[in-house]
């Protein structure tokens, strides 16, 4: 594989690798090429290695490159026999376990993967099930430690699509639905043939991810083997990975970071990929135990979203050996500037971030481990790709010009990795472009050297702990309230979880109702624990602009300000003044903190301490 061996420092190194024809440099046309170049380059070495328990005595089960290739082989033939088309699909309801990988894989291999969420309720995903043509279902069996099994009679009974069930571990007492009775995944494969052959092309519709959020009208994004294999490929310069490496993916296999981000861009370079039992990094007894488990399996690669990182900053490290740890890689939420510089003194070891859509195979751009970090960037784009920041016409769609190095606007992007759009075309609209520009509806610019850097979103999207949430589903739900005139949702930055869900509120005229009342109603119709709001707040007019839409930017800085300004009270002792002003400019919500009394080094100390864990920029004034 030309090209596989270098690594990247710099946006001249991007270049260099793109001096080869795109033929060339990129060996592998689809997914059953990554598997089976790698069983042929690294047969015998760990492919896999699952932590059945966060008990560091309990024996892990491993798995070689050679025999991870033929379970997936396997799997494909067992689909094939089944009598799945390659353009019908295979659903998963499963946790990032090895049987999920024979299964989507080899689901990739023989027709189209739709791996789900499985938070998701029973309606939502038979939905899901019917719109991606789903013919088999593979699930986790009951199992007291993550319950996935108790919905699957309810989707089975909305999907009527589904011909054959598969359950993973334990056999559930009543597997069966209209004759057809759920069989054991792991004897169904163990019968099949360990060789699959299919001429697949770069164009070859390989997936279906959903997106657009846990609630509201299911959305399904294809992927193509080009566009998998393209992510894959690209990741492992940025990481420079290496088969000697050992990387911990505890992330779930219905998102892209776990499948293709941490997932085949490791299995392409030959790493030992650590999968930290069925509740991933969710284990609190893994987690109790992670550094000892980085020791024990000398980790070289770490990953983790910010929130999961502030849970490792604070998880003693009680002398455990992490000299083999290189780097720490996070994504999927804005990246507190100040989280990633505490990490890096704790720990020693460099954070980098990363940006990526479901709908470009998981990846936009990504910090190098071998270039510094740049606060708020999120790295160089992909080889062979285009990311640039534009000015949007009024169509949402076109282009009005690209915008100058720093000059912010909403950032598009271009390559083999931009995926052919949805399952329903007519959601394209304001996407995917037919030019094949992806638009991201994030803002935020380029710098003078290519770095891309992430300043807000064009889109309302709230993102609480990875979970995307449509406010407008939030909104809908309050309105139908006998007292509420009109509601707008919005994201409230949340120490942990990135954004919480926070609900402004007109009444109608004489209309009395509280805050308990109106999380009541809520709870009773919003089925989707994240999407909850914490908290409603009651105001006489919401803002709008001057076509009368509601301006969600200034509700966002007032609900930024709240809760800064809530997090900073217990400053205000002793003579210290405090007021946080929320600023809003172009989209993009920081805070002024004014400060008076007390000493300047203190309090900026305990500033820095308080709000470390929030992705909020911000600007102290004292006196």
């Known amino acids: 594989m030309q090209g596989s061996n270098g690594a990247i420092h710099s946006l001249a190194d991007i270049a260099a690798i793109e001096a080869q024809p795109y033929e060339r440099a990129v060996e592998p046309k689809s997914i059953l090429d990554i598997f089976r170049l790698s069983a042929e380059r690294h047969g015998n070495r760990t492919a896999i290695t699952y932590l059945p328990s966060g008990d560091l005595e309990a024996p892990p089960l491993h798995w070689s490159y050679r025999d991870l290739f033929a379970d997936i082989c396997r799997a494909a033939n067992l689909f094939r026999t089944l009598g799945v088309a390659e353009d019908e699909a295979v659903a998963l309801l499963m946790p990032n376990i090895p049987d999920a990988h024979f299964a989507l894989w080899g689901a990739e291999l023989a027709a189209r993967a739709c791996p789900i969420n499985y938070l998701l309720q029973p309606g939502h995903i038979a939905e899901l099930l019917e719109r991606a043509r789903v013919k088999v279902l593979v699930a986790l069996g009951p199992n007291p430690e993550l319950d996935i099994w108790s919905k699957v009679p309810a989707v089975l009974a909305k999907a009527p699509g589904v011909k054959h069930v598969f359950y993973v571990g334990d056999a559930p007492r009543n597997g069966g639905r209209d004759g057809t009775k759920a069989q054991d995944f792991a004897n169904a494969i163990a019968e099949m043939p360990d060789r699959f052959e299919r001429a697949i092309g770069r164009a070859t519709i390989a997936a279906y991810f959903h997106t657009g959020g846990t609630t509201g009208a299911p959305k399904l994004a294809q992927h193509t083997h080009g566009n998998q294999v393209h992510t ?211 803002l935020g610019h380029l710098d003078g050297e290519g770095r891309v850097f992430i300043t807000g979103r064009a889109k309302d999207l709230i993102i609480r702990g990875g979970h995307n949430i449509d406010p407008a589903m939030i909104e809908e739900i309050a309105a139908e309230h ?34 308990r009342e109106i999380l009541d109603f809520l709870a009773t119709r919003i089925h989707e624990r994240p999407a909850l709001p914490k908290r409603v707040v009651f105001v006489d007019a919401l803002p709008v602009t001057a076509v009368g839409k509601i301006y969600k930017p200034a509700l966002r800085r007032i609900a930024t300000e709240r809760r800064i300004g809530e997090t900073l009270a217990p400053l205000a002792v002793g003579g210290v003044k405090l007021r946080v002003e929320g600023v809003e400019e172009g989209g993009t919500i920081s805070v002024r903190i004014h400060v008076s009394g007390g000493e300047r080094a203190k309090i900026e100390a305990e500033i820095a301490k308080l709000l470390r864990d929030y992705a909020v920029e911000r600007e102290l004034v004292f006196g």
């Not at 939420?333 to 479901?358: D, H, Q």
């Not at 606060?375 to 169509?395: C, F, H, I, M, S």
């Open 232 to 442: 894959s490929w690209s990741a492992g310069f940025f990481y420079d990975l290496k088969p000697d490496d050992v990387l911990v993916n505890g992330f779930p296999l219905f998102h892209v970071a776990g499948t293709f981000v941490f997932g085949t861009s490791s299995y392409l370079r030959g790493v030992n990929l650590v999968l930290p039992t069925r509740l991933g990094m969710r284990n609190t007894g893994f987690i109790r135990n992670y550094w000892r488990f980085v020791e024990k399996y000398r980790v070289s690669v770490v990953t983790a979203v910010p929130t999961v990182m502030a849970s490792l900053l604070n998880t003693p490290r009680d002398g455990a050996d992490i000299s083999s740890v290189r780097v720490v890689y996070t994504g999927g939420t804005p990246l507190p500037t100040e989280l990633a510089a505490e990490f890096e003194r704790a720990t020693g070891k460099p954070v980098r971030n990363i940006f990526g859509m479901t709908e470009s195979a998981g990846l936009v751009s990504i910090a190098p481990v071998h270039a510094p970090r740049a606060p708020n960037a999120v790295g160089w784009r992909l080889p062979y790709t285009e990311v640039k920041a534009v000015q949007l016409g009024a169509d949402g769609e076109s282009f009005v010009r690209d915008c100058k190095p720093g000059e912010t606007g909403v950032l598009v992007l271009k390559g083999p990795h931009v995926g052919p759009g949805y399952t329903d075309a007519k959601r394209n609209k304001g996407m995917y472009r037919a030019d094949g520009w992806l638009i991201s509806g994030d």
């Open 482 to 515: 006998p007292a509420v005139q009109i509601a707008a949702a919005v994201g409230e930055p949340d120490a942990y979880a990135g954004e919480l869900p926070l609900l402004f509120a007109a009444l109608k005229p004489g209309a009395k109702t509280s805050e």
